[in-house]
């Protein structure tokens, strides 16, 4: 037998490398294994860079600054499905972290992680898929991306997987991307109503929370809400809320219940089941403050429907608001105000409220906190609007005083809405005494001043409710608030401007306030605004009439008209038509320049001195009226007169002779014109006995036109030199101002003014106009009677005080224009 030769064992290939077990223990080189060629070395370099990602937000910095996030992006699309799940776990987990976050932007890698949401792909790879998103769902180009790129389809799919973390990173992304209306619009579409639904029964609190939020955001689309009625999702909300063990997710649940009730048909739905009744039962007996303050809100979105406000108030839903009052919440009773104040756009609902609400409210006023304040005070603007009998309410709930001291609140809100109630209250007669006993005018000087235009606008209209008192309009003036309310005129707010105007002619209604406010620059503000064709509006117009009709010198020197009933009382001057622009003086101020060659000043005063002084002193010892002092000006001028000899009648305007009016220099006064005066009882003799308006008026032009020199013909009119005698007149009194009396050669302007002030002194309704070149005339209005009695409409004639005097020129006529421009 043959010897059996061992056979040796072949040598491995040489191009087979022998199995190579690495342990490293630095990022770097694990980083350097993603560019192997071989899966299982890909696999295993990702798995420990997860596991170095989820020690800490360092190490994803770290894997970061190695270029990692470069490597693992290639590896999102590796055929593997090993490396690809490992590489998407690296990115869901390193993606909470913000620079990160930046670098997966630029890197793009939206697109890739939606295409791995796709149903044949591992649920792990589903998990950090749907995490990475959602971290990176939170900026708005992300979201953009999300939504072109098609990512929401595949996402509201993923709601229905059977793994909770798909679930959870699904529904959080969509609750970002939700965020944006055009998301919400495109989920309504994609039916995501169901599967929101479905995941309120979970058994994970977190899901049911998110879905709820979810809800909640996309509730407010009225699309939403109709596919939540139609899917009986409002049952399963109500559900929610019967159920005590689900307490944590009341306050959500209540939320988009809020946004179903904004809307009529569903709220109708609601009611109809029942549904509604079972909500406000549930509000009523809750404690948690939470859910009173966001229901409350609820009710406040809701009432802005006129048809809402009507079921609400059907079921009562008052009650339930009043009870929040009383709590102990801020918060709570804040938005329980606010829903009162909404709920006030029902008339019934204002009537409940006011009733029992109004004191609680009054109550509130006084909270330390501001914002409980401003909500008080601004229910109680909307429930005293428009409503006397609630007024009345605050009023017996002592609420003046809280509300003065709400004007000096920290909140503009708060201040706007006191004033308003405030206003709201000036309208019955007891509480407007109680308010201006108070001091409002001197309080709303403030809110005058202030930058806010709702409080400016607000404190302007309270200027002109109150500024109808004579007292009220001496405190204003008195504290100062004249000034920012003229500031006022010149805001941009149509509405602050127009309730300025408004008020400006309430306060010009007496004459000290209406020369203070033309001191302040009223007169040229309101022109200003009368002649821009935007900014002028009615009152505007109206205050300027009513301040130049309580100024008339200023107004007869801006606008060349006194009408009828425009009486000229003592102090009035004529000083020429003022240029558009200039200071318009004072009479002090005036007679206070020296003697130049510009046109005299002509004065209007019959009072005597000795009247004056008696005045003065009545007014410190009584409450005499100024009328009665000028009754008795009148009557105890008589005989002091008649005893004075005629050098001491005709009295220069100087300074001396004004110290001597008033010695102690308090309040400077014209001096007084005893010609005029005894002109004016003359007339008062003469003329005002005569029987009919023609006869006196005639009278009376004859009287003027011989006082100032008789007729002049019209051929001679320029041989009249009455600008000589004025001149010698102004070097006697070494002064420009002028009293008419002195006037003996009178033209035009001198003889229309005098006969405008006796006719006025007399009950003789004229009007006195100024023309170009010195001329001036005076319009009347006589009625006819014809031949049958037949009571005939009055004509308008212009009195002859120069050629023919006594004349009467129908006005329109031939005559009457020539007289007025020759």
């Known amino acids: 037998m043959g010897k059996k030769v061992k056979k040796e064992a072949e040598p491995p290939p040489k191009d087979v490398f022998d199995p190579l077990l690495i342990e490293s223990k630095t990022p770097a080189t694990v980083v350097l294994m993603l560019s192997s060629p071989e899966n299982e070395v890909l696999a295993k370099a990702c798995d420990a860079l997860y596991k170095f990602a989820s020690k800490g937000d360092e190490n994803k910095v770290t894997l970061l600054g190695l270029g990692a996030l470069e490597q693992l992006y290639k590896l999102l699309s590796h055929e593997d499905p090993l490396v690809r799940r490992n590489a998407v776990m ?60 098609g990512g929401l389809e595949p996402l509201i799919r993923l709601l229905g997987s059977l793994d909770p973390d798909v679930k959870k990173n699904s529904l959080e992304c969509i609750y970002l991307l939700v965020q944006d209306f055009q998301n919400r619009a495109a989920v309504c579409e994609l039916n995501i109503i169901p599967p929101l639904l479905g995941l309120l029964e979970s058994e994970y609190p977190v899901i049911q929370l998110l879905a709820l939020q979810t809800l909640e955001v996309i509730s407010k689309e009225r699309e939403t809400r109709i596919l939540l009625g139609e899917n009986k999702g409002l049952d399963c909300l109500l559900k929610i809320l019967e159920n005590n063990e689900l307490s944590d997710l009341h306050v959500e649940t209540l939320a988009v219940l809020g946004n179903c009730l904004e809307d009529v048909h569903i709220l109708q739905q609601i009611q109809l089941t029942g549904g509604l009744k079972k909500l406000l039962s549930f509000l009523e007996v809750s404690t948690v403050p939470d859910i009173q303050k966001n229901a409350a809100k609820a009710i406040t979105k809701a009432a802005y429907h006129s048809e809402i406000r009507k079921i609400l108030h059907w079921e009562e839903v008052e009650k339930f608001l009043l009870s929040l009052l009383d709590t102990n919440n801020d918060e709570v009773k804040v938005a329980a105000s606010q829903a009162i104040s909404a709920m006030c756009d029902n008339i019934d609902s204002k009537c409940v409220l006011g009733f029992q609400g109004i004191p609680q409210l009054v109550q509130l006023l006084s909270s330390d906190n501001e914002e409980v304040k401003e909500a008080a005070v601004t229910a109680l603007t909307n429930l005293t609007t428009a409503s006397p009998r609630n007024t009345s309410i605050v009023a017996e709930a002592e609420g003046i005083e809280p509300l003065m001291n709400t004007l000096n609140a920290q909140r503009d809100g708060a201040i706007s809405n006191a004033i308003a109630v405030l206003t709201n209250l000036s309208l019955q007669e007891p509480s407007r005494v109680n308010i201006q006993s108070q001091g409002i005018m001197s309080a709303l000087v403030g809110p005058l001043r202030s930058t806010n235009s709702q409080v400016q606008s607000r404190a302007a209209f309270a200027v002109a409710a109150f500024g109808c008192d ?84 200023q107004k007869y020197s801006r606008m060349g008209y006194l009408s009828s009933s425009n009486i000229i009382t003592n102090g009035f001057y004529d000083c020429g038509q003022i240029k558009h622009g200039e200071k318009f003086l004072s009479l002090e101020e005036l007679s206070k320049q020296e003697l130049t060659d510009r046109r005299a000043i002509i004065f209007i005063n019959a009072k005597p001195q000795e009247s004056v002084i008696v005045e003065n002193v009545q007014d410190e010892s009584s409450s005499a009226s100024g009328a009665s002092s000028k009754e008795k000006a009148r009557k105890g001028k008589g005989k002091k007169e008649e005893e004075k000899p005629k050098e001491v009648t005709e009295v220069a305007v100087t300074h001396t002779v004004q110290e001597e009016i008033n010695p102690e220099n308090s309040h400077w006064l014209p001096p007084p014109d005893f010609i005029l005066m005894d002109y004016i ?43 000589l005698d004025l001149s010698k007149i102004e070097f006697e009194l070494k002064s420009n101002v002028v009293p008419i009396g002195k006037i003996k050669r009178g033209t035009f302007y001198h003889r229309a003014l005098l006969f405008k002030v006796i006719a006025d002194r007399i009950g003789i309704g004229c009007s006195l106009v100024r023309g170009k070149y010195n001329r001036a005339w005076n319009e009347v209005k006589l009625v006819e009677h014809s031949p049958k009695g037949l009571l005939l409409p009055p004509q308008e004639y212009i009195v002859d005080l120069m050629f023919e005097p006594g004349s009467l020129l129908k006005q329109g006529s031939a005559k009457a224009d020539q007289y007025k421009r020759i």
């Open 681 to 723: 009882n003359d007339a008062s003799k003469t003329i005002l006995p005569l029987t009919s308006t023609r006869e006196q008026v005639v009278a009376l032009a004859q009287f003027v036109a011989d006082k100032m020199g008789g007729s002049v013909g019209r051929e001679q009119l320029h041989n009249f030199f009455w600008e």
């Open 470 to 553: 004579a007292d009220a309009r001496t405190e204003l003036r008195n504290a100062g608030g004249l000034g920012p309310l003229v500031e006022l005129l010149h805001s941009k707010n149509e509405e602050v401007r127009r309730n300025a105007c408004w008020a400006v002619m309430v306060c010009g209604s007496d004459e000290l306030t209406a020369v203070e406010l033309c001191r302040l620059g009223a007169l040229d503000i309101l022109e200003e605004i009368n002649q821009s064709t935007k900014r002028k509006n009615k009152f505007s117009e109206a205050a300027l009439e009513k301040l130049l009709d309580n100024n008339l010198s």
């Open 90 to 149: 690296v990115f869901g987990i390193m993606a909470s972290n913000h620079d990160v976050k930046k670098l997966l932007r630029e890197l793009d890698v939206t697109n890739s992680l939606i295409s791995h949401l796709a149903p044949e792909e591992d649920v792990v790879i589903h998990e950090f898929a749907t995490l990475c998103l959602a971290y990176m769902a939170v900026e708005y180009t992300t979201k953009v991306k999300i939504f072109e790129q």
